[in-house]
């Protein structure tokens, strides 16, 4: 190996290091505070635009009115604060992450440095991809389900019964409907984490496209009790969760296939590839 694939080693003592990466906390923190200052002044804006799911599918149900109450009288409070947080992670996250390389990479070969680099990039776009499909596709179609359970009233004597009927009407709390709504952005854009992270583990030799091939059963069973855990009880939603869950699986085990057939053909090229022989032995 030449002397420029060598680690790039600063040779500095233990406690320079600690100083570099509090500064790097430090600067992550203040983008997080910044952004969080943001998205505070406008945090009605990113309200109601959380809400407009919701307020399609109670429009579609012929009910224009689909404000929300606040319970506890510091609810609004708490509703801004979690839009600010929520804000802060989204708006200082490339930032954070610039920080996070900086202090990671120069511990690190360079051609270690080019395989973990498409990954640090395709993660966030990956958790936007997810946050998106949650948001557009997934929650309008649970809030039309749970907006079913409602029934128009009736007064005694409208009906032929002796009674009336009680009306089940949808007042949600706003902290309430902010936080599922948030559970199932998060949920999803961490489950189309699932192809980086194991293609990720397939490049360090952690994992192989065999052997999540050979894991496929207990992998399904597992996206199942993922998707009733993650979705209302809802069959229709925890179908699309499993359906796209199962499918990043199957594209996972495509990607470390691909990063084997790489790795084989560099190790061919440079002469150390050693097939299996009659012994059994296998590839390095």
């Not at 923190?29 to 990113?46: E, Q, R």
């Given at each position: 190996?030449?002397?420029?694939?060598?680690?790039?080693?600063?040779?500095?003592?233990?406690?320079?290091?600690?100083?570099?990466?509090?500064?790097?906390?430090?600067?992550?923190?203040?983008?997080?505070?910044?952004?969080?200052?943001?998205?505070?002044?406008?945090?009605?804006?990113?309200?109601?635009?959380?809400?407009?799911?919701?307020?399609?599918?109670?429009?579609?149900?012929?009910?224009?009115?689909?404000?929300?109450?606040?319970?506890?009288?510091?609810?609004?409070?708490?509703?801004?604060?979690?839009?600010?947080?929520?804000?802060?992670?989204?708006?200082?996250?490339?930032?954070?992450?610039?920080?996070?390389?900086?202090?990671?990479?120069?511990?690190?070969?360079?051609?270690?440095?080019?395989?973990?680099?498409?990954?640090?990039?395709?993660?966030?776009?990956?958790?936007?991809?997810?946050?998106s499909f949650a948001f557009y596709v997934v929650t309008p179609l649970a809030f039309d389900f749970f907006l079913g359970f409602q029934q128009a009233g009736s007064l005694v004597g409208e009906t032929?019964?002796?009674?009336?009927?009680?009306?089940?009407?949808?007042?949600?709390?706003?902290?309430?409907?902010?936080?599922?709504?948030?559970?199932?952005?998060?949920?999803?854009?961490?489950?189309?984490?699932?192809?980086?992270?194991?293609?990720?583990?397939?490049?360090?030799?952690?994992?192989?496209?065999?052997?999540?091939?050979?894991?496929?059963?207990?992998?399904?069973?597992?996206?199942?009790?993922?998707?009733?855990?993650?979705?209302?009880?809802?069959?229709?939603?925890?179908?699309?969760?499993?359906?796209?869950?199962?499918?990043?699986?199957?594209?996972?085990?495509?990607?470390?296939?691909?990063?084997?057939?790489?790795?084989?053909?560099?190790?061919?090229?440079?002469?150390?590839?050693?097939?299996?022989?009659?012994?059994?032995?296998?590839?390095?």
């Open positions: 190996m030449s002397h420029s694939d060598e680690i790039e080693d600063s040779s500095a003592p233990l406690i320079e290091h600690l100083a570099e990466l509090r500064t790097r906390l430090i600067h992550s923190v203040l983008a997080f505070i910044i952004g969080m200052v943001i998205c505070f002044t406008v945090w009605n804006p990113i309200f109601n635009f959380l809400t407009s799911p919701l307020c399609l599918a109670m429009a579609e149900r012929g009910q224009t009115d689909c404000g929300l109450i606040l319970i506890k009288l510091q609810e609004g409070f708490f509703v801004a604060i979690s839009i600010s947080l929520l804000g802060g992670l989204v708006l200082g996250f490339p930032y954070i992450s610039y920080q996070m390389w900086r202090f990671v990479a120069p511990g690190l070969y360079k051609n270690e440095r080019g395989a973990f680099l498409p990954f640090l990039i395709s993660s966030p776009l990956m958790f936007a991809l997810g946050a032929d019964e002796a009674g009336g009927i009680a009306a089940i009407a949808f007042q949600g709390s706003a902290q309430e409907y902010l936080s599922l709504t948030i559970k199932f952005i998060v949920a999803f854009g961490l489950c189309f984490q699932l192809p980086v992270l194991l293609t990720l583990m397939g490049k360090a030799g952690l994992v192989s496209a065999e052997g999540l091939g050979n894991v496929r059963k207990y992998a399904v069973v597992a996206i199942l009790v993922l998707a009733a855990l993650v979705t209302p009880p809802d069959v229709i939603t925890q179908v699309i969760l499993f359906v796209v869950v199962y499918g990043l699986y199957e594209v996972s085990i495509f990607l470390v296939r691909r990063v084997e057939k790489k790795r084989e053909a560099k190790l061919r090229a440079e002469g150390l590839w050693v097939d299996e022989d009659a012994d059994g032995d296998a590839n390095p």
